[in-house]
């Protein structure tokens, strides 16, 4: 393996690389995906065409943009919730089963042009089945949008997220629900009815369609992650995975939460984590947890998924160049690049990649080590991982080539 100290000393700055043959490069690169809300997919034009489709009326209460240019324009957020605001009102649009499977056939068109080797993708279950539309239906119309990615040799997985700001519930919201039902409001559509019917789905799944873990996302504050203690627990002693979104807008505070009582093994975004040295200490070391162990198989660090564009976008950082990516790095951190929801911000994976080297300029040995990250943050066993790594250890052993030189 070409360590990424050899190749910082072979080739001098990313900055000189012409732009169009550094978009070549990030674009044929090998690449993972793990931090991507399916919904935070749907284009304007899809959403537009899957409207028409189902009689909704552009303009009106449930599409309130009378044109493409008006959704455009509603495209520009000073925070989370003002983003969430436009991303719930489009999802609105998602009806019917073969509307889940557009949105995430063309998601996998999105995986299969960005040289995508691994996607452990999010979906928000409540923000539909709130609406009437059953959980299996949502689930089963993403998974065969998602095939035509799995044709073409990408490892894909689900993960369901919890809405923070949705009501938790209670236990005996899980009494009676069936993945087959919607629910008439969100009110019913509780974290816990919702845990209920994913552990329903998982019953009767065929294997490769079962969904591989549990997320939490949506408006991040007021919402701590403790609030979610019983339905993490009981994830886990379901099988399930874990991840919270945290120290996007929340404080440290709510990372060390999602570490410590959900236990999860991973953080989506967890920028915020650089106000806390000792998080960033707790961060950079690998813990031996069964929790941990059951996700990758051994000992890990718990890892960051950072989105640039999504940062930029939603002002976490105004100024992209502030961003503290290469901080996490330098401090050990296992950080890697991501996109959020790309039909809002701007890019896929590869433009995020794209974003992340033109507003910081790592050097090309961090890249490296990035997109390392993204392999290694994966829900994988080392075994599963080595193709990977080997693959991409293989293509930054060309950059000097594909960067370099004429042409
Ligand atoms: N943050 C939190 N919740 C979300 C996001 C996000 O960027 N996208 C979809 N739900
Ligand atoms: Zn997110």
Redesign the pocket.
Known sequence: MSSGADLATSYPSLAAVPRARLARFLAGMPKTVLHL?L??SLEPELAFALAERNGVEPGSDAFPYPDLEALRAAYRFDS?GA??DV?YAVAGVLRTEQDFVDLAAAYADQLIANNVRVAEL?F?PQTHTSRGIAFSTVAQGLWQGLERARHAGVRVQLIA?VLRDAPVGTVSDMDGVSAEQGFATMEEATGWATLGQLLDYQSTAAPERRIIGLGL????KPFPPELFLGIYERAHAQGLLTTA?AG?EGPPAYVWTALRRLKVSRI??GVRSTEDPRLLEHLARPHDAAHIVAAYGEPHRVPLTV?PR?NFM?QVFPDPTASNLLELLDAGVLACIHS??PAYFGGYATDNYLAAVEWLDPSLAQLHQLARNGVQSAWLSAADKAPLLAELDAYFGEADALLGGGG
């Open positions: 809300h919904e935070g989370l983003f969430l991303y999010f928000d997220s996302d949506s408006y991040e979104h996007e989506d975004h989105c999504s939603l959020d929801d």
